[in-house]
Structures are given as C-alpha cells and as structure tokens.
C-alpha cells in the first residue's frame, strides 16, 4: 500500500506571495492533519480534516487555511507569506477522525520564505 | 494551555538502556503517542497508551501515569540506528507535541 505522498516537496517564495501545498493519503484513509515543523517551536498542529470537513483547528493566523476532497486528497494554502513560515510542513493520514487514531505522516514539504 | 515537556537530548551507547520522559499538563487528556523520527524524514508511530501502565513492544515499551502527568520511552538493547528524535504527543482531541528529545546512540 502506497503511503502519504506530498507535493512539491521543497519550495522557495518570497514574502507577500501566497502557496498551495498538496497531500494524498493513504488509500482508505478518510482523515488528514496537518502539521508545521519548526526547529524552534517542533512539531505544532493545523488542521484536520474529515468528510472534506474541517473538524479541528490549531493555534494559526487566518492566512492558513485548508480543503479536503472527496477522494480525501487536501490541500494547505498560507496567503501572504511571511518569513516566519518558513517550515516543514506535515500532513499526516488516519483511518478515521479524531487523533486516537495512528496518524502515517508524509514526507513534508519544505517551504522557504525570503 | 498545554505544556509538555521532554529532555532536549540524550546520549547512550549501543547495547544500553535509554529512558526518555515526558511530563505533561494539558486541558485535556485521551492517550498519549511516541512517535520517532530520523533527521530528514517523517515522524513514524511507535506506541499509544491510554491507560495507566506499561505497554511493550519489542525493544520499545511506553508507560503512562495518568494522575502525575508523566510517560516514558524505553529503548532497550540501543542499535545505532535508533539514533532518532523521540516525540511524545498528548491527545486532547487533537495532537499537541513535546519539542523532541534527540538520542544519539555511540558504538
């Protein structure tokens, strides 16, 4: 079985302009999270979304936001970049909604802002 | 707010015993995760637990203490390739992570 795959896997933007990053889970998972990664603060929760849903939120400004398709595939867009959100970004698949659920994380994408 | 802590790093030598612990405050509780990750690359699922007590697996075993607020990793049998990042994460309906506690595992 194919795992969570995630595209671009590295991108460079410059300060102001707006990115889309891609998710596809696994097969029969119906759940995506995701997460950004930074040395500074580690590991920090987005979103998670269910039945194209958004059914949890973190912590993050309202230039991050997501969708889910039917087919489970998700897609992450922060708008008006700032080099703060420079990161790895994590998306993470499950069977069902909720985090008691093993969560299988991609590979991330690795977003450079300058 | 949550607050979970972890040592920042930790140094044992192949064959050895490692404990890594996690204390943790949060507003809500459901389980707590380990998760490992090498550098460069995802973080990948080693144990949940849930209830109070120890849970092995292998060379893994996870324990969790649900009135102090505490969890630990235990690595037995240290192989190089367990030099990793240990993660633990609380579930309060969603997952908030530890920084991360890098082992380094010398020959």
């Known amino acids: 079985k194919a795992g969570v795959t995630q595209t671009p896997r590295y991108l460079i933007k410059t300060r102001g302009q707006q990115v889309t990053l891609s998710c596809s889970p696994i097969?029969?998972?119906?759940?995506v999270s995701w997460y950004q990664q930074t040395p500074g603060q580690g590991l920090q929760f987005l979103f998670e979304?269910?039945?194209?849903?958004?059914?949890n939120k973190g912590n993050f400004p309202g230039r991050f936001s997501g969708r889910q398709f039917s087919n489970s595939r998700s897609e992450m867009n922060v708008s008006t970049l700032e080099l703060g959100d420079s990161a790895l970004y994590l998306c993470a698949s499950s069977l069902e909604a909720g985090s008691s659920y093993e969560q299988y994380f991609g590979p991330g994408t690795r977003l450079t802002v300058t | 707010g949550q607050n979970i802590d972890q040592p920042t790093e930790m140094t044992a030598t192949e064959g050895a015993i490692v404990q890594i612990n996690c204390t943790y405050q949060?507003?809500?509780?459901?389980?707590l995760f380990w998760y490992q990750q090498h550098a460069g690359e995802a973080p990948t699922f080693l144990s949940y637990n849930v209830l109070d007590g120890l849970e092995e697996k292998g060379r893994f075993s996870s324990f969790l203490s649900r009135s102090k607020g505490y969890s630990y990793l235990l690595l037995k049998e240290l192989q190089m390739k367990d030099s990793a990042s240990y993660l633990c994460?609380?579930?309060?309906?969603?997952?908030?992570f530890g920084a991360g506690t890098t082992v380094t595992v010398r020959a």
């Open positions: 994460a609380v579930n309060d309906y969603k997952l908030s």
């Open positions: 949060t507003s809500g509780f459901n389980g």
């Open positions: 097969s029969g998972h119906r759940s």
């Open positions: 979304y269910f039945s194209e849903t958004q059914r």
